[in-house]
């Protein structure tokens, strides 16, 4: 069988691996604690599901949408933007996609000739990079020297004549970073300077904890605005990760060109979940709320015996997301792996925690540890893996 040099040059998404191989070693029977999954553990609040049930059960849910999605959605996308933001998208202005995922992949198509170049933050979501291929362009890797957050400097130093685009992802996957308005300004100025468009994914906006606070690349000032596309989405905020909404506002003519591709690609996202995602947007917050209090729970509990755990380090408490990401370079030579890829491995098989190595996230001495897991199951986990490394 033939196949196109594109997609051979595509890595297969590493989280949705080990998340493949923990199913199968549930359904074999095997005692397996996933702390490797990105999504909320709670399922979809009622209200949701009810407004879902409604449009099939009315048959408003039967037919094709517009592509870019039905105009009650992309005003409650911007309503719920401009409460959170200060910033009024026009419907032109937003289009939805199938997830937050497809809002980045079809940006990138439309956005990228041949050779030209996206800055991509290392660590960084396993997604962007090969995305970016996918649609011919070159992701250039900004590592970050302290706190997971890149610099102007940084940035400064991989910026060509081909630079596109930066992607500015707070809070982060996989370290839960959240950048300050000042880090922000700084970045966004720097890209309006040089023409760089800021790919502003946003998608765990709404986790935020411990009384951080939290803004948007988008609420910096008009020009900063006017030069960023704002990527965000249900999945993470409303325990909707299965539903496959999210969207993309911005620049008109960006979003004109989205949506000429979203209409040969998908038709349209899912119609009875673009209902169900009018609900979550037009709602009170409280479900919200209520989740963001689990996690942070979590998060206070977790956190201090994570960084207790026998070779790992993990200086900074995360200020967002639903993940930790120490450093286990350490961890993985006190149990005699030479890589941190084979520790977790091992790990996984020895005791039935899921970790994924943070060479999928570009940096491989890390690992991720996901806390969207009730909280018997994360002392449990912790529990296992200090014996591993305390016993090896
Ligand atoms: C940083 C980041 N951006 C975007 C997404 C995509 O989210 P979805 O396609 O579920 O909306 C994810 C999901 O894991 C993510 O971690």
């Known amino acids: 069988m033939h196949l196109s040099k594109r997609i051979n040059s595509v890595s297969p998404s590493a989280t949705l691996a080990i998340s493949t191989l923990t199913k199968q070693m549930k359904a074999k029977g095997q005692d397996v604690i996933d702390l490797s999954i990105g999504q909320p553990d709670f399922t979809t609040p009622q209200f949701i599901d009810a407004a879902a049930t409604a449009a099939i059960n009315s048959g408003q849910a039967s037919f094709y949408t ?16 401009a409460k959170q933001t200060g910033v009024t998208y026009a419907k032109s202005q937003i289009a939805v996609t199938t997830g937050a ?86 970045i966004g100025n720097w890209a309006l300077q040089h023409g760089i468009l800021v790919v502003a994914d946003d998608i765990y906006r709404d986790l935020i904890y411990n009384g951080a606070s939290y803004t948007s690349m988008i609420e910096i000032d008009p020009a900063i605005t006017a030069n960023t596309v704002l990527i965000s989405g249900v999945s993470k905020s409303y325990a909707m990760t299965g539903w496959r909404i999210g969207f993309a506002a911005g620049p008109e003519k960006l979003i004109d060109a989205l949506g000429k591709l979203l209409g040969h690609a998908t038709g349209n ?15 009170d917050g409280t479900a919200v709320e ?103």
């Not at 592509?67 to 911007?78: N, P, R, S």
């Not at 030579?333 to 570009?362: I, K, M, N, W």
Request: aromatic share 10%; charged share 20%; net charge neutral.
């Open 101 to 186: 995922k497809l809002a980045l992949y079809g940006l990138f198509q439309v956005l990228l000739d041949p050779g030209d170049e996206v800055l991509v933050p290392t660590p960084g979501w396993v997604s962007y990079v090969e995305q970016i291929r996918l649609a011919g362009g070159v992701p250039r890797a900004v590592v970050a020297a302290a706190h997971f957050k890149v610099t102007v400097d940084e940035l400064e130093a991989q910026r060509t004549r081909k630079t596109r685009a930066v992607i500015i992802n707070s809070p982060q996957n996989p370290s839960g970073a959240v950048y300050a308005r000042q880090e922000l300004t700084l």
């Open 66 to 81: 517009p592509a870019t999605g039905i105009a009650e959605l992309k005003d409650a996308i911007a309503a719920h933007v």
């Open 290 to 392: 209520t989740m963001r209090q689990a996690f942070e729970d979590r998060l206070n509990t977790i956190f201090p015996l994570v960084q207790k755990l026998p070779g790992f380090d993990l200086p900074e408490k995360p200020q967002g997301a639903f993940y930790l990401f120490p450093q286990v370079k350490r961890a993985a030579a006190l149990t005699h792996y030479t890589s941190v890829d084979d520790f977790v491995a091992a790990l996984l098989q020895e005791t039935g925690v899921a970790l994924v190595p943070g060479r999928a996230f570009g940096m491989p001495d890390y690992a991720r540890l996901s806390y969207a897991t009730d909280k018997a199951s994360l002392l449990d986990a912790v529990g296992r893996i200090e014996n591993f490394v305390g016993n090896n």
């Open 269 to 283: 996202p899912t119609a009875a979940s673009q209902y169900a995602a009018v609900a979550a947007f037009t709602s």
